[in-house]
């Protein structure tokens, strides 16, 4: 075999050069590259002659150190050789070009001559970018893992089955009050702090969950708090399984329930409770009356429900305010509840209305009416005792309507009426007693049924007419008129107002009855305009208490003006005393509302309601009407004199005009004008006509006078 020559070494060795698996780049003494591999090549991005005589230190390489800031030059590995002399392991760096970020690991070497001195530096670096990238991607998940559980409210834990070692968190002692694990941080803490009542419930669950193939769980449980007592708990976790299927470990965390339970509670007590009395409300009442039901008809015996309402309770409500008024309801729901038994049923319906239900009354109806009557006088000997509100001892009764049932062949809604019905018949024998529901009850209750479905056709068909009463002055001159409604019902004849005014009031439709009433006289008032005579009348129109509690009721007067055509100033609202129940910002602000479209307001029945002088500055009033039972006993009862003379004095006193209804005889027209009243109206004067006759009558065509 011929000898190797040196030519044929160099190119061996500049073969193994370029084929090692690392970057080689060798620098001389003086930091200039003086070799540099394929691969080194390759990884720098530069050619070799892009390389070779190239000191890096004076170059535009962008190497960057591990945390993205530009690595200074004399950092590169090939220079820290060159100034320590010593070799350098592991330095990890960045090298930016045209596409991503190439990270290298690097070591570097020296070549010293036989002085020791550093004669060129072998620089080897592998590329190490994937290492780098899930490095950094393992940090941020690190990271992020760090900041979840410190923003969380979660306690992690985990339990190694195998070695039976549990890790509790630093969070998990904190959520049951303790620093640190103080003592008690072994394996079996946790199971040692279990409610007693869950303990049975943990085993059992942990003997269905580790033998099965579940890899999740969760469930809910009570630790024990370092102050004693109890937090409840969410645990949800994985549970590690080998290849077999057996547990390893369970990891999760707990999650402190308490808050949650708390909004829990206060939704159900906002749902199902009573915020002024915390008696159960309408709504669990209901619910509560299936269970009853249901076990009336297992039991076959009786049960009562008893509907409760306090005498006059919006008496003391209007006049002494809304607060004594709740202070009263609080007190008569703590006397109810001391008085029905713990079984009992005990609900506030609203307002002053409360139920209780009496079960197990026994399989006999006489027996069960009987034990209801103790019942119930033990409630009525309660409510009737004084109530302490603040400064005012005030003094209740309550009235009360009871339905006896066994649960079968009824139903809820039907026994609530019932007791209803028998409850306003409670009322209307006097207050202060109970009565029970008979047959003769509900026939009532048909028979308002059927007139409120009468008037609603009533009202779709017409029937409803409007009636005109004229108003005189002292001097006879026809100065105004009243409108009033008469109901024309098939097959009754001309039915007054005393007859469904009140019903109507009661049922919700003196709104649309109130609102034809009002159409129809601005009707009448546009058409008077064409009139010299009725043009300068005013008319007058009852509005009821339950028209202006609507917010839209300005409005609509306005939109019913405009439609007509009426002028507002011919327009006067009259109102009844009952309006100074109601709340004074919102009735005075809607009143000012409609004067402001010059529509004027009377106050009706002057004299008959109660606290009408408190309120008379308040309301933006043009007129007082004195009641007709004043004027009727004028003559008869000397009292009646000094009251009407009174009511004149008062409304001179705060510019009003006065109008007397229910003149029906001369000496009463005769002692008004001497009295000083503005105007008058009565059958003496003119009785009430339907409006096409009123308008004949009166109209400057017609010879109607005084």
């Given at each position: 075999?011929?000898?190797?020559?040196p030519?044929?070494?160099?190119?061996?060795?500049?073969?193994?050069?370029?084929?090692?698996?690392?970057?080689v780049?060798?620098?001389a003494?003086?930091?200039?590259?003086?070799?540099?591999?394929?691969?080194?090549?390759?990884?720098l991005?530069r050619s070799?002659?892009?390389?070779?005589?190239?000191d890096?230190s004076?170059s535009?390489?962008?190497?960057?150190r591990?945390?993205?800031?530009?690595?200074?030059?004399?950092?590169?590995?090939?220079?820290?050789v060159?100034?320590?002399?010593?070799k350098l392991?592991?330095?990890?760096?960045?090298?930016?070009?045209?596409?991503p970020?190439?990270?290298?690991?690097c070591?570097?070497?020296?070549e010293?001559?036989?002085?020791?001195?550093?004669?060129?530096?072998?620089v080897?670096?592998?590329?190490?970018?994937?290492?780098?990238?899930?490095?950094?991607?393992?940090?941020?998940?690190?990271?992020r893992?760090?900041?979840?559980?410190?923003?969380s409210?979660?306690?992690?834990?985990?339990?190694?089955?195998?070695?039976?070692?549990?890790?509790?968190?630093?969070r998990?002692w904190n959520?049951?009050?303790?620093?640190s694990?103080e003592g008690?941080d072994d394996?079996g803490?946790?199971?040692?702090?279990?409610?007693?009542?869950?303990d049975?419930?943990?085993?059992d669950?942990?003997?269905?969950?580790?033998?099965?193939?579940?890899?999740?769980?969760?469930?809910?449980?009570?630790l024990?708090?370092h102050?004693?007592?109890?937090v409840?708990?969410?645990?949800?976790g994985?549970?590690?399984?080998?290849e077999?299927?057996?547990a390893?470990?369970?990891s999760?965390?707990?999650?402190?329930?308490?808050e949650?339970?708390q909004?829990e509670?206060?939704?159900y007590?906002?749902?199902?409770f009573?915020?002024l009395?915390?008696?159960p409300n309408?709504?669990?009442?209901?619910?509560?009356?299936?269970?009853?039901?249901?076990?009336?008809?297992?039991?076959?015996?009786?049960?009562?429900l008893l509907?409760?309402?306090l005498d006059?309770?919006k008496?003391l409500?209007?006049t002494?305010g809304?607060?004594?008024g709740?202070?009263?309801?609080?007190q008569?729901?703590?006397?109810?509840?001391?008085?029905v038994?713990q079984?009992?049923?005990?609900?506030?319906?609203?307002?002053?209305?409360?139920?209780v239900?009496?079960?197990?009354l026994?399989?006999?109806p006489?027996?069960?009416?009987?034990?209801?009557?103790r019942?119930v006088?033990?409630i009525?000997?309660a409510?009737?005792?004084p109530?302490q509100?603040?400064?005012?001892l005030?003094?209740?009764?309550?009235?009360?309507?009871?339905?006896?049932?066994?649960g079968?062949?009824?139903?809820?809604?039907?026994?609530?009426k019932?007791?209803d019905l028998?409850?306003?018949?409670a009322?209307?024998?006097g207050?202060?007693?109970?009565?029970?529901f008979?047959?003769?009850?509900?026939?009532?209750?048909?028979?308002?049924a059927?007139?409120?479905?009468?008037?609603?056709?009533?009202?779709s068909?017409?029937?409803?007419?409007l009636?005109?009463?004229?108003?005189?002055?002292?001097?006879?001159?026809l100065?105004?008129?009243?409108?009033?409604v008469?109901?024309?019902?098939?097959g009754?004849?001309?039915?007054?107002?005393?007859?469904?005014?009140g019903?109507?009031?009661?049922?919700?439709?003196?709104?649309?009855?109130?609102e034809?009433?009002?159409?129809?006289?601005c009707?009448?008032?546009?058409?008077?305009?064409r009139?010299?005579?009725?043009?300068?009348?005013?008319?007058a129109?009852?509005?009821?208490?339950?028209q202006?509690?609507?917010?839209?009721?300005?409005?609509?007067?306005?939109?019913?003006l405009?439609?007509?055509?009426?002028?507002?100033?011919?327009?006067?609202?009259?109102?009844?005393?009952?309006?100074?129940?109601e709340?004074?910002h919102?009735?005075?602000?809607?009143?000012?509302?409609?004067?402001?479209?010059?529509?004027?307001?009377?106050?009706?029945?002057?004299g008959?309601g109660?606290?009408s002088?408190?309120?008379?500055?308040?309301f933006?009033?043009?007129?007082?009407?004195?009641?007709?039972?004043?004027v009727?006993?004028?003559?008869?009862d000397?009292?009646?004199?000094?009251i009407?003379?009174?009511i004149?004095?008062?409304?001179?006193?705060?510019?009003?005009?006065i109008?007397?209804?229910?003149v029906?005889?001369?000496?009463?027209?005769n002692?008004?004008?001497?009295?000083?009243?503005s105007?008058?109206?009565?059958?003496?004067?003119?009785?009430?006509l339907?409006?096409?006759?009123?308008e004949?009558?009166?109209?400057?065509?017609?010879?109607?006078?005084?």
């Open positions: 075999m011929p000898p190797t020559s030519a044929d070494v160099l190119r061996r060795l500049d073969a193994l050069h370029d084929h090692l698996p690392a970057g780049v060798v620098h003494a003086d930091g200039r590259i003086v070799s540099a591999n394929r691969l080194a090549q390759e990884l991005g070799e002659a892009q390389l070779l005589g190239v890096p004076k535009d390489w962008g190497v960057v591990t945390d993205g800031s530009a690595m200074a030059p004399e950092e590169f590995p090939g220079n820290v060159l100034r320590t002399g010593k392991s592991g330095l990890v760096a960045g090298i930016a070009g045209p596409g970020m190439r990270w290298l690991l070591n570097a070497y020296p010293c001559d036989d002085t020791g001195a550093v004669q060129q530096v072998v080897c670096f592998t590329d190490c970018t994937a290492l780098k990238d899930t490095q950094e991607s393992l940090e941020k998940s690190e990271e893992l760090r900041l979840v559980l410190k923003g409210t979660d306690a992690p834990w985990d339990w190694d089955l195998v070695s039976g070692e549990v890790y509790y968190s630093e998990w959520m049951l009050g303790y620093c694990g008690v394996t803490a946790w199971r040692r702090l279990l409610h007693p009542d869950d049975a419930m943990i085993g669950y942990l003997k269905d969950l580790l033998p099965s193939p579940r890899e999740s769980y969760s469930l809910e449980f009570r024990r708090h102050e004693g007592h109890y409840p708990v969410l645990s949800r994985f549970v590690l399984r080998d077999a299927g057996k390893l470990r369970i999760g965390v707990n999650t402190d329930l308490t949650r339970k909004t509670r206060r939704i007590e906002l749902a199902y009573d915020h009395t915390g008696l309408r709504r669990f009442l209901i619910e509560e009356l299936d269970h009853v039901l249901a076990r009336a008809r297992r039991s076959g015996h009786y049960s009562a509907y409760l309402d006059n309770f008496l409500n209007d002494m809304h607060d004594l709740d202070m009263l309801l609080r008569a729901s703590r006397r109810l509840r001391f008085t038994r079984s009992d049923q005990l609900a506030r319906l609203g307002g002053d209305e409360f139920i239900v009496l079960e197990d026994g399989a006999s006489r027996g069960a009416a009987a034990e209801t009557d019942v006088a033990k009525l000997s409510l009737n005792q109530f509100l603040d400064s005012l005030f003094k209740s009764t309550a009235s009360i309507g009871i339905t006896l049932f066994d079968k062949g009824t139903d809820i809604e039907t026994l609530l019932q007791a028998a409850m306003y018949r009322k209307a024998d207050r202060n007693t109970a009565r029970f008979d047959p003769s009850m509900q026939d009532a209750a048909d028979r308002r059927a007139f409120e479905a009468a008037m609603r056709d009533g009202l068909l017409g029937q409803f007419r009636f005109c009463q004229p108003q005189f002055d002292s001097h006879g001159r100065v105004g008129a009243e409108a009033l008469r109901w024309q019902r098939d009754h004849g001309m039915i007054g107002p005393d007859h469904f005014i019903f109507a009031e009661e049922s919700g439709l003196i709104r649309p009855l109130g034809h009433i009002l159409i129809e006289s009707r009448a008032l546009a058409r008077w305009q009139d010299p005579t009725l043009g300068r009348l005013t008319l129109v009852n509005v009821s208490v339950h202006l509690r609507d917010p839209d009721f300005p409005a609509a007067v306005a939109a019913i405009d439609a007509t055509g009426a002028r507002a100033e011919r327009l006067c609202l009259e109102l009844t005393e009952s309006v100074f129940a709340s004074m919102e009735i005075t602000q809607r009143m000012h509302d409609l004067r402001t479209q010059g529509v004027s307001f009377s106050l009706d029945d002057f008959t109660y606290s002088l408190a309120y008379l500055k308040s933006p009033l043009a007129a007082l009407k004195i009641d007709r039972s004043f009727r006993d004028v003559g008869i000397p009292d009646s004199v000094p009407i003379e009174a004149i004095a008062l409304a001179r006193k705060l510019k009003l005009e109008v007397a209804e229910g029906e005889q001369e000496a009463q027209r002692f008004l004008i001497r009295g000083g009243c105007s008058m109206q009565g059958f003496l004067l003119g009785p009430p339907p409006m096409d006759e009123f004949h009558l009166y109209s400057a065509a017609g010879v109607g006078h005084a």
